[in-house]
């Protein structure tokens, strides 16, 4: 997706991921623009874990830090300074996971998934947020347009 969008790997672009999970998507494009410099987040630390395994076993750089917490708030330091936000937050409404099958939910964790009463709890609390992190001409792309 971007990585049309980008034109170039030359491009030196400052990009957060919010809720990286195994961090395929942060690593795809610090792996693509290797110019870049990436941050990413997540609440859980065991996906984290293997975000940064993940990243260690397929990249010789180092244009790409993971942080632990909730959405923005470990990126406090660089308010004003991103290009680039992207997240795929939960967004399953709360009766539909109630509802969803025993592999689904034995499978991902429940913070992956449940996205409040409507869906959009997590989608809401990020968009809010992001045009203080961004650059005035900065880009934010979330779950819809994946
Ligand atoms: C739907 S998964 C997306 C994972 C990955 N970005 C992808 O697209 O495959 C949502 C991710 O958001 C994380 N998450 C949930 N609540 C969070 C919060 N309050 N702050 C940061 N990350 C959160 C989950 O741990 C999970 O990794």
Request: net charge negative.
């Amino acid at each position: 997706m971007y990585l049309i969008f980008l034109e170039t790997s030359q491009k030196k672009l400052f990009f957060a991921e919010l809720g990286t999970g195994s961090g395929a998507i942060s690593i795809a494009l610090a792996l693509a623009y290797p110019l870049s410099y990436g941050v990413a987040t997540d609440v859980d630390q065991d996906a984290l874990e293997i975000a940064t395994e993940n990243y260690i076993s397929s990249s010789k750089h180092s244009n790409l830090k993971f942080y632990c917490g909730n959405w923005w708030s470990p990126l406090e330091s660089f308010k004003g300074k991103l290009d680039l936000a992207i997240s795929n937050p939960p967004y399953i409404p709360r009766n539909t996971y109630e509802e969803l099958p025993k592999e689904v939910k034995n499978f991902e964790p429940k913070v992956a998934l449940l996205g409040g009463e409507d869906g959009l709890k997590h989608i809401r609390e990020i968009i809010q947020k992001a045009p203080l992190f961004l650059k005035k001409e900065g880009l934010a792309n979330f779950r819809e347009s994946f």
